[in-house]
């Protein structure tokens, strides 16, 4: 089955880039069949998404409005991964961080499901 | 966009009740894309409902959903120890996806 394995730091300067790279197992992120999302939990708030990746003979990339600009996803097909980079980050960029997959639902007009399986989770804090 | 607002914002029930979760949707949401997921501290979300009525591989019977158009429900039939969590609907299929805020469910 399809396991995300999730890495990358857990204390980020202000005004500094968060990254944060999800290892796929059991498909592939270059897959036709599956989006890539990055979803985040603050620690008083709700889920948030905020983006996604999908290849459909090239990489594809959509953004919540919320972190559209400052926000991008990358993905590598080498090393089966993709990674968020959240640029300019404030304290309100604490959160736990989260990747996950969709599947495709409709093939003609691209349109992607609901989001399974998860990441473990990554705790990013922004603090000087 | 599509909001999502789910009822109550919290809920006290005792192990074996029934619980019922309201998820509200600004319009209609398109060939009932709507998922639900259970959320624990320190675990990831698990999901448990999609396409509105489908329940999720290894997810037990007492956990089912219904509705259509704009309002939707998870009812969990007799809660159990392990059901007190808190409770997210979600939109998918559209070029952005949205979550309600949630639902705790507490024990009394």
């Known amino acids: 089955q399809v396991q995300l394995n999730q890495s990358g730091p857990g204390l980020v300067r202000p005004s500094q880039t968060l990254s944060v790279t999800c290892a796929i197992s059991g498909d592939t992120v270059s897959s036709n069949s599956a989006a890539w999302n990055w979803i985040r939990q603050s620690p008083s708030g709700g889920l948030e998404w905020l983006g996604r990746?999908?290849?459909?003979?090239?990489?594809?990339?959509d953004y919540a409005v919320s972190v559209r600009g400052r926000m991008t996803i990358n993905s590598d097909t080498s090393k089966n991964q993709f990674s968020l980079h959240l640029n300019s980050v404030t304290p309100e960029d604490t959160a736990v961080y989260y990747c996950?997959?969709?599947?495709?639902?409709?093939?003609?007009?691209?349109?992607?499901?609901?989001?399974?399986?998860w990441g473990q989770g990554t705790l990013v804090t922004v603090s000087s | 966009e599509i909001v999502l607002t789910q009822s109550p914002g919290s809920l006290s029930l005792s192990p074996g009740e029934r619980a019922t979760l309201s998820c509200r949707a600004s319009q209609s949401v398109s060939n009932t894309y709507i998922a639900w997921y259970q959320k624990k501290p320190g675990q990831a979300p698990r999901l448990l409902i999609y396409?509105?009525?489908s329940r999720a591989t290894g997810i037990p019977d007492r956990f089912s959903g219904s509705g259509s158009g704009t309002d939707f429900t998870l009812t969990i039939s007799r809660l159990e120890p392990e059901d007190f969590a808190v409770y997210y609907c979600q939109q998918y299929g559209g070029s952005m996806c949205n979550f309600g805020q949630g639902t705790k469910l507490e024990i009394k």
């Open positions: 396409g509105a009525f």
């Open positions: 996950t997959r969709a599947p495709l639902i409709e093939d003609s007009i691209w349109t992607w499901g609901w989001l399974d399986p």
């Open positions: 990746t999908y290849y459909r003979s090239r990489f594809y990339t």
